[in-house]
């Protein structure tokens, strides 16, 4: 099934679909692929606020913006897996049985899951900026993810991995 599918369908039924990527079996290809496309997307829902920026003062490029934007979100890379460990670890601590893997699954499914809101908190900082909307577009995108991530890292830690 296609990603764009699977996230539609984790909105209504985030554990089946998370399941279903579990049963694919264990593919370090494919738990890194879905970090890639979340952090494309990520670098994607930044060029509105950097070309707003740049409207701004002509002095800001934008290419130099989307450059620094880019070399961030490389960096996270070695976050992000040292944050699904850790989540491992906690589970583990309340009794999860699942495993390192389901726990890099959980993290990056959940961080493609947001991006369609991710690409709105883009917009609003591009066509709005900073203010009440913009909070409320992160707001929204950080709760969205931390439903998807809790659910999914449930379903990871009772053994299903």
Same mark, same amino acid.
């Given at each position: 099934?296609? +990603?764009? &599918?699977?996230? /539609? %369908? ?17 593919? %370090?290809?494919? #738990?890194?692929?879905?970090?890639? !496309?979340? @952090?494309?997307?990520?670098?994607? &829902?930044?060029?509105? #606020? #950097?070309?707003?920026? &740049? ?6 490029? +934008?290419?130099?913006?989307? *450059? ?5 979100? *490389? ?9 699904a ?25 959940? *961080? !493609?899951? +947001?991006?369609?809101? @991710? ?14 909307q913009l909070?409320? #577009?992160?707001?929204?995108?950080f ?9 999914? *890292?449930m379903?990871? %830690?009772?053994? /299903?991995?």
């Amino acid at each position: 099934m296609a +990603v764009t &599918s699977d996230i /539609m %369908e984790s909105w209504r039924r985030p554990r089946a679909v998370f399941r279903r990527h579990l049963a694919r079996g264990r593919s %370090e290809a494919f #738990a890194f692929s879905l970090l890639c !496309v979340f @952090l494309l997307i990520a670098l994607i &829902s930044r060029y509105p #606020a #950097a070309a707003r920026v &740049s409207a701004l003062d002509p002095k800001v490029p +934008v290419p130099p913006q989307i *450059l620094g934007t880019a070399l961030g979100l *490389l960096a996270a890379i070695p976050l992000l897996y040292t944050l699904a460990a850790l989540s491992h670890l906690v589970a583990r601590t309340f009794g999860g049985r699942g495993g390192w893997y389901g726990a890099r699954m959980a993290l990056f499914w959940a *961080l !493609v899951t +947001v991006t369609p809101f @991710l690409l709105l908190s883009g917009i609003v900082a591009g066509l709005i900026g900073p203010g009440p909307q913009l909070w409320c #577009a992160g707001g929204l995108t950080f709760a969205a993810f931390l439903f998807q991530w809790l659910t999914t *890292l449930m379903v990871a %830690e009772t053994g /299903m991995s």
